[in-house]
């Protein structure tokens, strides 16, 4: 019998499978029809549509940290960094790369450097070599005593992401 015979699934599926294993489809956020369109349009690149989605479901349940995450991050490419900021602070896994790295992003956009750099400390990913060493050479500035502006480093590190694509899993 072949690899591919026993498998039961992709190893794409697998991995995706993996940053799920918080709760089973079916019983979590990810059952609800606007959590599911919001996916939809998060994987187009429509981030209002998706973060009118995953408003409307938080309205009925405001206690599901992937979708409060995923709602952060529409909001953050929709421009609306002040929203999204406040939105990935109240997310209790505050540690998770993608929490960490989108509210680094928002705070350099707001202009708070010095507080965005000390976010991207934290931020550890190896599974995304573009951004994480976006986010090693601005660390490298800081380390250097060089002058890192919050345009540059927002920049630099939103073009690694969109060279990179977005993770799609929580």
């Known amino acids: ?26 019983q979590g956020p990810e059952a609800s029809s606007e959590v599911q369109q919001g996916r939809v349009f998060f994987e187009q690149n429509n981030y209002f549509m998706a973060a009118r989605c995953f408003r409307s479901f938080l309205q009925e349940n405001s206690e599901s940290v992937p979708v409060r995450v995923f ?3 529409s909001l953050y490419w929709c421009g609306r960094c002040g929203e ?3 939105i990935l602070q109240g997310v209790t896994e ?10 680094s992003l928002c705070l350099a956009t707001e202009g708070q450097v010095e ?6 400390a934290e931020y550890k990913d190896f599974t ?4 994480q060493r976006a986010v090693n050479v601005q660390l490298a ?6 002058p890192v502006s919050a345009q540059e480093m927002e920049k630099d590190i939103r073009e690694a992401v969109e060279r990179e694509g977005e993770p799609l899993i929580w």
């Open 128 to 131: 995304r070599p573009l951004v």
């Open 84 to 86: 999204a900021l406040e």
């Open 71 to 73: 709602l952060g991050v």
């Open 141 to 146: 500035l800081r380390e250097e005593n060089l």
């Open 1 to 26: 019998m072949s690899s591919k015979e026993r498998s039961v699934c992709s190893r794409r599926d697998f991995l995706r499978g993996f940053g799920r294993r918080f709760f089973p489809r079916e």
């Open 94 to 103: 505050g540690t998770h790369p993608l929490v960490l790295l989108y509210k």
């Open 115 to 120: 507080t965005a750099l000390a976010v991207l």
